[in-house]
């Protein structure tokens, strides 16, 4: 199966100018195979360089600008050379490099950058690229992406986007169901094998902790990193208290919280926070944590809802990424502490309210009531139940998610 990858359709387009691209996202996820593939298209798989290849390393410590006399040996099928970086970012003087490049020669070629954690968090803290690049994030493959659907730009009201899945015919349960029990890694989800999957999640995790967090950052109590990542996937769907988590891995609440922000970085974890600007007193301060490999989860519900969140999160980001506004994806907790799983705000502005099911059932009536609070936005609830599609009252929901994601 070759995937078109969402990011493919705006990533490297004409309308983000002369900007470097900075592909970042968890591990495996396909950042270099997104990369080699334009590079490709463009006549340009010459100009790609890999920091972890021993050859490219010695020639960037001999000469950091031995790539320009390439440039010279590459004739384009498009309008200027690309030339890709993978991995970069671990050498010392990486920084330096592309901002020499891009102020001498961004004008007539294409800068692509990939790696993951040490992107983001340059890209967060500010540096002396500013103004130099625009950032794209590479997710788990999406059931869309699966399934060869196009990128699709958001509509221009909630009920529109929903409407055009009501729309849509087709179930895909078979689909879903590979993903939820292979993972959107494309190695693992590729192979369809139970064992090769077990095998891969495992050392996944282990080279994560041992390799990037080690890299990363200056901890050392790399153990407790471990037993925090086997605690955390019962900790799914539920606001986070790192107070608990302090009592599990005996360490105090800054460790803990800086280890999960080292989580985070590395793309291991994400965590959505609550909406808290329109429901009376709903100011619970604790975060909901997810798994960008949500099969890292036992219980099936919670497996569920944590797909859903990758899904939600990813469709977002690729709307924001690709220039079409500010989206944000928050939760709901009321002042009894009612929930709703997700919250899309658009603009800052609620646009659509999201709960998830693993059966069809009623919906329950907190969430009618926070959506008069929010003002009548559409609510939906989403189900793992196949061929589901209602409209069950004014901006009010039910559908399979194999039909609203697809």
Not at 154 to 159: I, K, L, N, S
Not at 227 to 241: E, N
């Amino acid at each position: 199966m070759i995937l078109d990858r969402t990011i493919n359709h705006f990533a490297f387009s004409g309308e983000f100018g002369r900007q470097m691209r900075f592909i970042t996202g968890p591990r495996q996820t396909g950042k270099t195979t997104s990369a080699v593939e334009f590079l490709e298209k463009n006549n340009c798989k010459k100009l790609y360089y890999n920091w972890d290849q021993r050859k490219i390393r010695n020639q960037f410590i001999e000469d950091n600008y031995f790539y320009l006399k390439d440039l010279l040996n590459v004739s384009p099928t498009g309008n200027k050379r690309w030339l890709c970086m993978d991995e970069i970012h671990k050498y010392p003087k990486w920084k330096d490099i592309l901002k020499d490049f891009f102020d001498s020669h961004g004008s007539e070629n294409g800068f692509i950058v990939t790696g993951s954690a040490r992107l983001d968090m340059m890209r967060k803290s500010g540096d002396s690229l500013a103004g130099r690049y625009f950032t794209f994030r590479l997710n788990p493959v999406t059931l869309a992406e699966v399934l060869g659907k196009a990128f699709q730009p958001p509509a221009e009201t909630a009920e529109e986007w929903i409407n055009k899945r009501l729309d849509n015919v087709n179930y895909h349960e078979r689909e879903i169901s590979d993903l939820l029990e292979f993972s959107g890694f494309p190695e693992p989800m590729l192979s369809g094998s139970k064992r090769f999957h077990n095998k891969w999640r495992d050392d996944y995790v282990d080279r994560l902790v041992r390799e990037d967090i080690r890299d990363l950052t200056k901890i050392r109590e790399l153990e407790n990193i471990a037993i925090l990542v086997q605690i955390l996937p019962s900790k799914v769907s539920s606001p986070l208290s790192i107070n608990s988590l302090t009592k599990d891995i005996k360490c105090s609440f800054a460790t803990v919280s800086n280890y999960l922000k080292t989580l985070e970085l590395a793309y291991l974890v994400f965590r959505i926070p609550p909406y808290t600007k329109k429901i009376a007193r709903s100011l619970t301060k604790e975060n909901k944590l997810y798994f960008f490999d949500w099969t890292r989860i036992s219980s099936s519900a919670r497996r569920f809802e944590n797909y859903i969140a990758v899904e939600l999160k990813t469709l977002l980001e690729s709307w924001v990424d690709a220039g079409f506004g500010n989206y944000e994806l928050n939760f709901i907790r009321d002042r009894d502490g009612k929930e709703t799983d997700f919250l899309i705000v658009k603009e800052s502005q609620p646009w659509m309210m999201i709960e998830v099911k693993t059966a069809n059932s009623t919906i329950e009536y907190h969430h009618l009531k926070n959506r008069s609070i929010l003002g009548n936005i559409p609510f939906i609830q989403i189900t793992r139940a196949d061929g589901v599609a209602e409209k069950r009252a004014d901006g009010v929901y039910q559908l399979s998610a194999s039909r609203f994601f697809a």
